[in-house]
Nanobody
Framework: VQLQAFGGGLVRAGDSLRLSCAAS????????LSWFRQAPGKEREFVAA????????YYADSVKGRFTISRDTDANTVYLQMNSLTPEDTAVYFC???????????????????WGQGTQLTVSS
């Protein structure tokens, strides 16, 4: 399984950006695909998740209403549309895949078996 995250960059507060995660190596119909982020000096934190089958979505409170996770099943790609960005969103963003996570554990990184390399987002004030 390979996950390739890309799309990060340097933006200004209030801007929008879309991250992409290209997934390959198996069929993901039984997977949850998620985005996590890690800011300097902080622990990795959950951002958003989507069930590949059915498209159910889950969000961290800190991004709810600003970020939207989606997937393109034909392209095997997961997206994270980020709007109204703030400097607090600055972090390395990782995509991850899991067949073990359930609703109660979807926010816990230890339940994810595959990780992408991360893409840096920097939001200037």
């Amino acid at each position: 399984v390979q996950l390739q995250a890309f799309g990060g960059g340097l933006v200004r507060a209030g801007d929008s950006l879309r991250l992409s995660c290209a997934a390959s190596g198996r069929t993901f119909s039984n997977d949850i695909l998620s985005w996590f982020r890690q800011a300097p000096g902080k622990e990795r934190e959950f951002v958003a998740a989507i069930r590949w089958s059915g498209g159910y979505t889950y969000y961290a409170d800190s991004v709810k209403g600003r970020f939207t996770i989606s997937r393109d099943t034909d392209a095997n790609t997961v997206y994270l549309q980020m709007n109204s960005l703030t400097p607090e969103d600055t972090a390395v963003y990782f995509c991850a895949a899991s067949r073990r996570a359930i609703v109660s554990t979807i926010r816990i990184s230890q339940f994810y078996d595959y990780w992408g390399q991360g893409t840096q987002l920097t939001v200037s004030s």
